[in-house]
T-cell receptor, first 109, second 114 residues
Framework: KNEVEQSPQNLTAQEGEFITINCSYS?????LHWLQQHPGGGIVSLFM???GKKKHGRLIATINIQEKHSSLHITASHPRDSAVYIC???????????FGQGTRLTINP | GAVVSQHPSWVICKSGTSVKIECRSL??????MFWYRQFPKQSLMLMAT?????????EQGVEKDKFLINHASLTLSTLTVTSAHPEDSSFYIC??????????FGPGTRLTVL
């Protein structure tokens, strides 16, 4: 079992839909990251969370430390949101980032 | 703020040659830089961690003599793939951290070895 599990692996939705991507982890962490990777490959850091909730534009990220679970939400989704979304955790024990396998999101117009 | 650049963004080379990839933090000083490799449709895999002025720490299975990492200043780290072979073709991504805590990612370098 991977230390970081994301679901779903693939998600296709219509423009305007509310999107939720989930991330569960099994290790002790100091922080959790949500990253966005577009088809060209470049990675953008969306959020770094250690507790609670953060919001940036149409993106919302939440984390529940006790349940070892985080969600990334996209409101009013748009085709330009199509990308791979990656959850990564700062593994306290290993002192390095551990990545989920990514969720490929496709938003159709 | 917190911009990380990589150069080149893509490179094609012949088997047996060496390729150098640069990673720069443009608006902050990076005490730590990380090098990752990503094969198609797979997660990023950490190759090595480098701290300015000291030797890089390589992950298990990564050949330090093949992937030479130099972190000579607080804004620049280089990864040199020596004697590249087709199996080294991959997407190489660096990240930089001002504090060892938050990481900022570069745009990546796509290496194709013919």
């Amino acid at each position: 079992k991977n230390e970081v599990e994301q679901s779903p692996q693939n998600l296709t939705a219509q423009e305007g839909e509310f999107i939720t991507i989930n991330c569960s982890y099994s290790v002790g962490i100091s922080a959790l990251h949500w990253l966005q990777q577009h088809p060209g490959g470049g990675i953008v850091s969306l959020f770094m969370l250690s507790s609670g909730k953060k919001k940036h534009g149409r993106l919302i990220a939440t984390i529940n430390i006790q349940e070892k679970h985080s969600s990334l939400h996209i409101t009013a989704s748009h085709p330009r949101d199509s990308a791979v979304y990656i959850c990564a955790v700062d593994d306290q024990g290993a002192q390095k980032l551990v990545f989920g396998q990514g969720t490929r999101l496709t938003i159709n117009p | 703020g917190a911009v990380v650049s990589q150069h080149p963004s893509w490179v094609i080379c012949k088997s047996g040659t060496s390729v150098k990839i640069e990673c720069r933090s443009l608006d902050f000083q990076a005490t730590t830089m990380f090098w990752y490799r990503q094969f198609p449709k797979q997660s990023l895999m950490l190759m090595a961690t480098s701290n300015e002025g000291s030797k890089a720490t390589y992950e298990q299975g990564v050949e330090k003599d093949k992937f030479l990492i130099n972190h000579a200043s607080l804004t620049l780290s280089t990864l040199t793939v020596t004697s590249a072979h087709p199996e080294d073709s991959s997407f190489y991504i660096c990240s930089a951290s001002p504090s060892g805590y938050e990481q900022f990612f570069g745009p990546g370098t796509r290496l194709t070895v013919l």
